[in-house]
């Protein structure tokens, strides 16, 4: 019997009309071959592997009376009239007509009683400014947040992709264990009741390192600001910070990873500190041009990854950390250093709290309390009113660095599209694809319609910052290669001895 564990449900219960918890993908690939129909040779593709993947043979089985988390069962029957969808763009079928698809695609939740997920095959796609030929097509994927994590859908599109661009042939199904579990009332039952009585144990087990884990928390707030309660302030209240509507803005933009990367290593920092920095500098121009930028520095929750190296498996492993992102700062470069210097702290709290960081939880009744309490906060306004823990959610999800192919089409980009939430209006997550980083955008239509306006300033601050460590270099070189000056020679006076 597979349960979900304490994390994947809560996508579950958090989930409500306003706030589908799917997390999605939008890849641009290039015309199909030999004149084949995009959709009926990638459908073909995908029903060759499904079996592969066994999240997509999953579906939901509810506890007796809701007490406990939810189980996945084998679903009888893949619908693949619901699961691959076929939609055409109208002439001329450029970026802006594709957004406007994915932005609806995306409002629209899964229907739990389904395996949890779903691709949509868009033909028609052509935009010659970003490289789209006439014939290209974009695959839009969505699968439930409670199904899989970022990682986990990298992985599934390793099995659904090819590496060269004639297919592999798909693995026999004898090779392939697919649960065939279906546990009845009483199974359920004890097994409920048998996780409670477990997770109070480990509860109990893990005292001491929860005390040691706060006593590292303290001690580091304490070396790093000297007072304890700052690392206790909300973040400063914005349009990002509000209850969200159902209606989706999404927004695209693409970095050189090579010019990122070399931005890391000349200033000393890493990939994401730069990151964080672009979208710093990116949200301090939009909330400049709108009149709402706070004094104090934005703060955006990174999700970090508790995935092992070659951890396949779909579960959601991940906890979160809080940084400062420096749109109180104008300079792109002093904003990058105090980043890196936020980044540090940030990680430094959270190798505190990792070994003990709840990776599940389970009490009497959870699904249908904390379904109540999000259902709550969906239909009220109080979001709106609380103080927030953080402004925005940026999410760096490590992709192929190889060409992937479907169907013999080679995908040119690949674009996340990730969650909006209640109290957390914008999202952005990036994705890395052989050379590219792709930045996919989403957030609430109402509260940030033209969040794409914030994608522009993305590939903006990066050229300023890219600017800004050049000119830094060269004054370091030139300051460097200067000879150094020979001290004066002191006079000397040659002063007669008294006779």
């Not at 029903?47 to 066994?54: G, M, N, S």
């Not at 209606?247 to 500190?273: H, Y």
Request: hydrophobic residues 40%.
């Amino acid at each position: 019997m597979r349960k979900l564990s304490g994390i994947d449900a809560t996508f579950l219960y958090m989930e409500t009309n306003e706030t589908p918890m799917h997390i999605s993908s939008l890849l641009m690939c290039e015309p199909a071959q030999k004149g084949e129909s995009p959709y009926e040779a990638l459908k073909a593709q995908i029903v060759e592997r499904l079996h592969e993947i066994p999240s997509f043979h999953r579906k939901l089985k509810h506890t007796p009376f809701y007490i406990d988390h939810p189980v996945w069962v084998d679903a009888e029957i893949v619908d693949l009239d619901y699961h691959i969808k076929h939609a055409r763009l109208p002439e001329p079928g450029n970026l802006d007509q594709l957004r406007m698809i994915v932005q609806g695609l995306h409002s629209v939740p899964l229907d739990r009683e389904r395996p949890l997920w779903q691709f949509t095959i868009i033909e028609g796609v052509e935009d010659p400014a970003f490289g789209l030929k006439k014939g290209s097509f974009a695959l839009y994927t969505k699968a439930h947040h409670a199904s899989i994590d970022g990682g986990a859908g990298v992985s599934a599109m390793d099995i659904l992709s090819d590496q060269e661009p004639t297919p592999r042939p798909p693995l026999p199904s004898n090779q392939v264990r697919l649960s065939k579990e279906d546990p009845g009332f009483f199974e359920l039952l004890g097994g409920a009741y048998g996780k409670f009585a477990q997770q109070q144990y480990d509860m109990l087990k893990m005292t001491p390192d929860y005390v040691k884990a706060l006593r590292k928390i303290v001690k580091n707030s304490i070396e790093d600001s000297g007072n304890l309660l700052d690392n206790l302030k909300p973040a400063p209240k914005t349009r990002f910070n509000v209850r969200i509507q159902k209606q989706r803005a999404f927004g695209a933009r693409t970095l050189p990873i090579k010019d990122v990367i070399g931005i890391a290593k000349s200033t000393g920092t890493t990939l994401n500190d730069v990151v964080l920095a672009i979208c710093g500098g990116a949200l301090r121009s939009y909330l400049q041009r709108h009149d709402e930028l706070p004094k104090r520095g934005l703060v955006a929750a990174v999700p970090v990854s508790l995935r092992e190296v070659g951890d396949k498996s779909g579960a959601n492993q991940v906890a979160s950390m809080n940084c400062e992102i420096g749109t109180d700062i104008a300079d792109p470069l002093a904003r990058l250093k105090a980043v890196n210097k936020n980044a540090k702290r940030a990680k430094k709290s959270l190798a505190a709290i990792k070994d003990v960081f709840p990776k599940d939880y389970s009490f009497f009744g959870a699904p249908v309390m904390v379904t109540a309490m999000a259902q709550m906060t969906s239909r009220t306004k109080l979001v709106n009113y609380m103080p927030a823990a953080m402004n925005v959610a940026i999410s760096n999800v490590p992709g192929s660095r190889k060409p992937m192919y479907f169907a013999g089409s080679k995908v040119i980009s690949n674009f996340p599209v990730s969650i909006a939430t209640h109290g957390c209006a914008l999202n952005i997550t990036l994705t890395s694809y052989i050379d590219r980083l792709d930045f996919g955008l989403i957030a609430c239509k109402v509260a940030v319609p033209d969040v794409q306006d914030i994608a522009d300033d993305i590939l903006k601050e990066f050229n300023l910052l890219k600017k800004a460590v050049a000119k830094d270099t060269t004054e370091k070189t030139d300051k460097s290669s200067k000879p150094a000056q020979k001290p004066a020679a002191k006079s000397v006076k040659n002063t007669a001895k008294a006779s």
